[in-house]
């Protein structure tokens, strides 16, 4: 059950970091707090590997032998990381220019 909680807590973490990235990319905007260049397409491609290793994470996790931890650890983990985009998506953590950072 442990690994279940584990991988199951990364699957929510990854989700929700992804999800933010890769919509953003979509919609044409390549503004977001990254260590890689402001690009639509690298927001694209980072969001997508992080909702691979969300699935991926997700399918060995084996959610359904442990239903109820492992919902609750995926929901931890995108609470995590949601409070972590919270505190930093405009902080601007990787002393990019506040200019660009608040381009839409």
């Known amino acids: 059950m442990a690994l279940t909680i584990t991988l199951a807590f990364v699957a929510g973490f990854f989700a ?7 919509t953003e990319g979509s919609a044409g905007r390549g503004v977001n707090p990254s260590p890689f260049p402001n690009s639509a397409v ?9 909702l691979v290793v969300a699935g991926v994470s997700a399918y ?9 931890p492992g919902m609750v650890a995926v929901a931890a ?23 660009a950072m608040d381009q839409g």
Do not use: C, E
Not at 43 to 49: A, E, K, L, R, T
Not at 80 to 97: D, F, S
């Open 77 to 99: 983990g995108w609470l995590a990381v949601g409070l972590i985009h919270a505190n930093n998506w405009r902080a601007n953590p990787w002393n990019k220019r506040a200019s």
């Open 16 to 22: 929700g970091n992804g999800l933010p990235y890769y």
């Open 42 to 50: 690298v927001n694209v491609i980072v969001g997508w590997f992080a």
């Open 60 to 68: 060995f996790a084996d959610i359904p032998a442990h239903p109820v």
